[in-house]
């Protein structure tokens, strides 16, 4: 499966963005996808996932109540409400065919990454 991520930007604090992720190649609704984020000199950490079906989601700390994850047919999409400064970062779409995990290692496909910056 192929990935392409999208809906970057810059946004001051407070503010929303949606990310999408448009899937093709091979069904991408038998695979588990997340979100991760890269910040600058950071390594790569886990935003949320959603399960093949989209009944189950989890989400990292940081991000719980302000970011949701969902999926419709071949796209995956991240709405990001009330962003923070520490939310800037380069964001990865991802996916592979075992169950949901926050395990980076484990996604076989990524996207090119999106960047979203927050200012104060």
């Known amino acids: 499966v192929q990935l392409q991520a999208s809906g970057g930007g810059l946004v001051q604090a407070g503010g929303s963005l949606r990310l999408a992720c448009v899937a093709s190649?091979?069904?991408?609704?038998?695979?588990?996808a997340a979100w991760f984020r890269q910040a600058p000199g950071k390594e790569r950490d886990f935003v949320a996932s959603?399960?093949?079906?989209?009944?189950t989601t989890h989400y990292a700390d940081s991000v719980k109540g302000r970011f949701t994850i969902s999926r419709d047919k071949n796209t995956l999409s991240l709405e990001m409400n009330s962003l923070k400064p520490e939310d800037t970062a380069v964001y990865y779409c991802a996916a592979q065919r075992a169950g949901s995990t926050d395990d980076r290692d484990r996604y076989g496909y990524w996207g090119q990454g999106t960047l979203v910056t927050v200012s104060s």
């Open positions: 959603i399960s093949v079906g989209g009944g």
């Open positions: 190649g091979h069904s991408f609704r038998s695979y588990t």
